[in-house]
Each structure stands twice: as C-alpha cells, then as structure tokens.
C-alpha cells in the first residue's frame, strides 16, 4: 500500500532541516507532547562532512488499536525508525522496524520539502507499507495508513506552532 501525505510548514525548507528535523529538543517536545507518545530515544545521531546523516530512534507510541490487531502485536509496541539524511538531495529516507512481527511488517518512507513562497515550504512523506498477515494483513495495513496521516497531520499542527514560538523571533 502506498500513502502520500503532504503537509505545510511555515518554514523554509533549510530551517526545516537544519533548526527543526533533527534539533533534540524539538524531537522530544514532538513526539511526547505533539504526538503524545509514551516514549522517544534517540540511538544514534551522526552527521558526516557533508550534511548527510544517520539517525535512529526508539519510540513507544500510544496506540488505539482494533482489537484483532491489539491481538497480534501485543498490548504496547515500540518501534526503531531508522533514517539516512541525504543532504545534497534533501530528502530523508527511513524505515520503521517494529518491536513484533517485524519479519511480516515493512514500511519505508521518504520525505522531501518543496518551497512554497517566502519562509513556506510543502512537506511530501511517501509511505510504502506491506503487511504480511494471512487473513489480517489489509486490516494492519489500513490501521498503519490511518495512524500514519493522523501523527502526520497532528506533527505538522504541533510543528508550526512550534515554529511560531521558536523560529519567528
């Protein structure tokens, strides 16, 4: 299954990158306070000469889950968003590896951001999600689209007001 999600920023896309996206302090106030997730850590975080970077992250999200899929992953997942920043390209390409079935469980995202006017820019985050589940799979992949475009549309409310309090001055 494939999902695009586009989303505006108040930013220009070099703030976006460089003040925002990979800035700690905005990561945790995102993923706790914006997305109300249980818990974030980051692994990994390293920048090589030319801009590019390596990150991992360790999440715990809150979950509404349908009670078949709560069935088969369990009461609470976590899941290592893995990601590879290609500075000269702007995009950020990441996989999500969840705590279970992540044998049976794929998905992959890009992002890239297109410049809309002056200090704007478009957030474009292409998904790819395959679930392989006899009998649940379309189930688990719908429930993965919808909790995808609802953290998405929920980070972007929570990231330009972020940006209105932060990055305006």
Known sequence: MRVVIRDPYDVP???FWGRMFFDPAYNQSLYTEGLGFES???LEDA??????RRRRMRVRPRLDM???VKKLVGEK???VEEGTFDAAAGTF???IVPSSLADRIRIETVMRLEPRGAGACERIAEAEVEVRVLGLGGLVEKFIEKS???NYAKGAAFSNR???ARLKT
């Open 66 to 68: 349908p009670a078949a």
């Open 47 to 52: 920048v090589t000469p030319d801009g590019s």
């Open 93 to 95: 390409r990441s996989r």
């Open 77 to 79: 997942v976590t899941y």
């Open 40 to 42: 974030l850590e980051i």
């Open 162 to 164: 972020w940006l209105a």
């Open 13 to 15: 896309p070099e703030a």
């Open 148 to 150: 995808l475009r609802d």
